[in-house]
DNA sequence: TTAGGCTCTGAATCGCAGG
DNA sequence: ACCTGCGATTCAGAGCCTA
């Protein structure tokens, strides 16, 4: 075990992921996106119908003798990243079906608990050019909290917002990364034979941290989690054992725009924004004491005490409490199920009230 | 080690799935569909958010002491349908995050190779309640043959006809099983919580399978794969520890009616509807967070949030909530009301991003 | 007859801040 | 660390009822 140093922010870092990682400070990262090695098995070479190669990944990064040596690097890696990972940290491991059961078990037996598998489906995959198996259109992303009693972050309102307000589902459709941002040498040919598309990264970026949080990736790779991290406004740490890949992916975050602050923030959702306690209302005469509240339909009639209680019947409390008790639920959110009557007649609930003092504050 | 049996066809059997399969001759069986207890580890009770129930997986089949009796259990079970499968057969397992890291992993241990994995994807998962994770919205399942050197029966051209003649993806888009085709009992409560779709089944059945062939099932419940097997002139081979399920497996089985032996039993396939939403477009970088819209007339303007959120003055949400309220109307097609302002100066409505996008998938 | 509204339900590891 | 109580949270599809 080396000795800690200090958390080497926004930088790129060249070397066995292993040994950097024991270097860094326990707790001190807020997520990891990691895509480890794949340990594809493909033998001999793989040619299309019209007889041109498959430039298939072969890099003598992606051998390892056995499943049991693939194993014990995954669950080195990821005993260290879970040292790194602050208490309410989450991880993201990505494999294809040659590994992701390897990780998504290591995950589970080193404690780490997970939360969703997510399926990345291309849109534009590469199709099966022997036609003896379906084309393999997806790969999996699996995330997980640092243990079973984590209080991670999820920014549930933003990934519903990025859904046009519906919730976000569990399978993804990206396309692969090509084009412009497919990161080229001088010849042309490709850098790196598995980048990333930004959208993936934007996405779980996006879906479990804010800005400023810490982004650690040990497979940078070329890059794509520092850099869509740095756009957004989060800081990263890059781990890559190729000098090349370091240099190129340096080269390639240097250039990237940080978005404006308040555009890089994830919508806030209910339970973020500021809480108004009901008595405000009363307090600032919006809803006078002795106002009479009603449910939707008008089954029920409450008065409004001027200590912000309601009384209705035999219940009094709050309004939680009370809307709960008239309908014998085990709970109930009062904002959105009392309602006061305007002067021409018409219900507006609460929540509509507390959102315009919200605004104001 | 039990004596062997001669095969027993088209039946359901009733009792512990390991002693059945230990009784069954070696390399007998062409075809395992396995549809294991997910090991759901449900805490407390979870409720809609208009306070009603949700009736979950808490039966005693599904309780295991800890994730080694799990293993150890799905080590037992696949051993003994690695001997029963023939030498070029293929098995399906399927699970969800909970339990497919296990069943993956426990496959490539005993020797089967993993030929895919393949997403349902359904159309009607239920949703998130607490908006605490992704919607739970695929399980996945591994095919695999019985190890590197099978033979195995793809039936490519089956497949691709299945799929408006493209090559089948890795992603299947099925509905759940509910309506007429899930089994009831007396009072009309739901006879098994895990009913599989008969289309899941179709699918898998025809794509590795000829008429004639043996189908075995070690987790037969409702019956599903028993019934889709009839009905495209396969033979079957049951196995299911609750007699309740075996019983009513069996009705329905011989309600059954097998399709004419010539029949391209295609179910319709389903051309997906291409739904767009605009945080797609940001995610891509076709619209960069910070970005600025405007209407036709440059009255407003409106800044995109990482999220895929607009924000102009205090109003702040989807293209189609901030252009209502900027105007002060009831709703708003965003899409063609706010535009891009191009390096030329002229401004591009956010429709023509979508149709870019929308050809692409 | 039909359109529209209301109800019900599905393999679910489903809080969190403040005291 | 524990305890209290506020108050956040749902989509698609089938079936049934009413206008």
Chains 1, 2 share one sequence.
């Not at 990263?236 to 940080?258: C, H, K, M, N, S």
Request: proline share 6%.
């Amino acid at each position: 075990m080396g000795t800690t140093i200090d958390l080497p922010l926004d930088q790129v870092l060249v070397g066995d992921c292993i040994a950097w990682l024991r270097h860094l400070p326990p707790a001190s990262v807020h997520a990891i996106f990691a895509d480890p090695p794949y340990n594809l098995q493909l033998k001999g070479t793989l040619r299309r119908p019209d007889d041109s190669l498959v430039d298939g990944v072969d890099d003598e990064w992606d051998r390892f003798p056995d499943l049991g040596a693939y194993d014990a690097f995954t669950r080195e890696w990821l005993t260290e990243c879970r040292r790194v990972l602050r208490k309410d940290g989450t991880i993201w491991v990505m494999g294809a079906y040659h590994n992701v059961f390897r990780l998504g078990s290591a995950l589970q037996d080193l404690g780490y608990w997970i939360l969703n598998d997510v399926i990345w489906r291309k849109s534009n995959p590469m199709p099966n050019f022997r036609g003896r198996r379906f084309t393999n259109a997806h790969e999996t992303l699996v995330w997980a909290a640092r243990g079973p009693e984590s209080r991670y972050r999820f920014n549930y309102a933003a990934m519903k917002a990025l859904n046009d307000d519906l919730q976000m589902r569990s399978d993804w459709l990206i396309p692969l990364c090509t084009g412009g941002e497919r990161l080229r040498d001088d010849k042309g040919a490709k850098l790196h034979p598995t980048q990333k598309p930004e959208a993936l990264l934007h996405r779980v970026i996006l879906a479990c941290t804010q800005p400023g949080d810490v982004v650690l990736d040990p497979f940078l790779g070329s890059g794509t989690t520092a850099a869509v991290a740095k756009r957004l406004g989060r800081r990263f740490i890059g781990l890559e054992r190729d000098p090349t890949y370091a240099q190129a992916a340096r080269a390639r975050i240097d250039a990237v725009e940080p978005a404006p602050e308040d555009a890089a923030a994830a919508l806030p959702s209910k339970r973020e924004q500021k809480r108004i306690p009901f008595g405000t209302l009363v307090e600032r005469g919006l809803v006078p004491p002795g106002a009479k509240l009603f449910d939707r339909q008008k089954r029920w009639e409450a008065v409004v005490g001027a200590d912000g209680t309601l009384r209705c019947g035999r219940a009094q409390g709050s309004i939680h409490q009370v809307g709960a008790a008239v309908q014998d639920a085990p709970s109930c959110n009062g904002w959105i199920f009392w309602h006061l009557e305007g002067r021409d007649g018409r219900l507006r609930v609460l929540d509509e009230l507390r959102e315009a003092i919200a605004r104001e504050e």
